[in-house]
């Protein structure tokens, strides 16, 4: 059987992210190909970057979902909660189908409900219980505890830990070695700073920092 191929939206940061932990799941065995990346607006730099590695640019998302025999597959490279709800919905208007992308070197609970289009890095640890709603992005090294909940286009940061029982609303960014506390609700929209102690709930569309968050 050929291996189903897959592109990266995005040529920046997080999408040459997403292409290591592809590139981990081919070298794992995953039956998949990295076709290549595409992105509206890459720097220089980045199609340099994609370049030394041997990564295709593919073109802009409207020229690759215009190609015919395009392969239909792919993992949104976006940092961005609102940015990746916009796309998905211009994507899935196009036929294209999201891939779900979780390093070899992630851990998982029992009971682990993944959405679709999830992406989890390498060092990530999910525990028991978990749900991960649709194109969650756990970053490298991120901890979401038992029981927690997170919604639609969520972003956990490098390092960040999600204690146990929490729920997190859709398309909420919780920083670099942010920490929510146990049992706590974080409103839809909202964002953690990096480094952020949550220690009380947190409304939707709200911008907490500090030790704690404030």
């Known amino acids: 059987m050929s291996p189903e191929k897959v592109v990266v939206v995005g040529a920046s940061g997080f999408g040459r992210e997403c292409l290591d932990v592809?590139?981990?799941?081919?070298?794992a065995g995953?039956?998949?190909?990295?076709?290549?990346?595409?992105?509206?607006?890459?720097?220089?730099?980045?199609?340099?970057r994609l370049a030394v590695r041997g990564i295709p640019y593919l073109g802009t998302v409207g020229e690759w979902l215009a190609g015919r025999g395009a392969p239909r597959r792919y993992v949104l490279g976006?940092?961005?909660p609102e940015v990746r709800r916009r796309l998905v919905d211009r994507l899935s208007g196009a036929g294209a189908q999201p891939f779900t992308a979780v390093h070899p070197n992630a851990t998982f609970g029992a009971r682990v409900?993944?959405?679709e289009g999830v992406v989890v890095c390498a060092g990530a640890a999910v525990s028991t219980n978990v749900?991960?709603?649709?194109?969650?992005?756990?970053?490298?090294?991120?901890?979401?505890g038992h029981d927690a909940v997170l919604a639609d286009f969520v972003s956990v940061n490098p390092g960040a830990v999600v204690s146990g029982e929490v729920v997190?609303?859709?398309?909420?960014?919780?920083?670099?070695?942010?920490?929510?506390?146990?049992?706590?609700?974080?409103?839809?929209?909202?964002?953690?700073?990096a480094g952020a102690v949550v220690t009380r709930d947190v409304r939707q569309s709200v911008v907490v920092k500090g030790v704690p968050a404030r």
């Open 168 to 193: 997190v609303g859709d398309r909420t960014l919780v920083g670099a070695s942010a920490t929510i506390l146990q049992g706590l609700t974080v409103g839809a929209g909202a964002v953690v700073g």
């Open 22 to 27: 592809l590139e981990a799941m081919v070298a």
């Open 131 to 144: 749900r991960l709603g649709r194109h969650v992005h756990i970053n490298p090294n991120a901890t979401i």
């Open 78 to 80: 976006i940092g961005h």
């Open 113 to 115: 409900e993944v959405g």
């Open 30 to 48: 995953v039956p998949i190909e990295v076709a290549g990346v595409v992105d509206d607006g890459p720097s220089p730099l980045n199609l340099e």
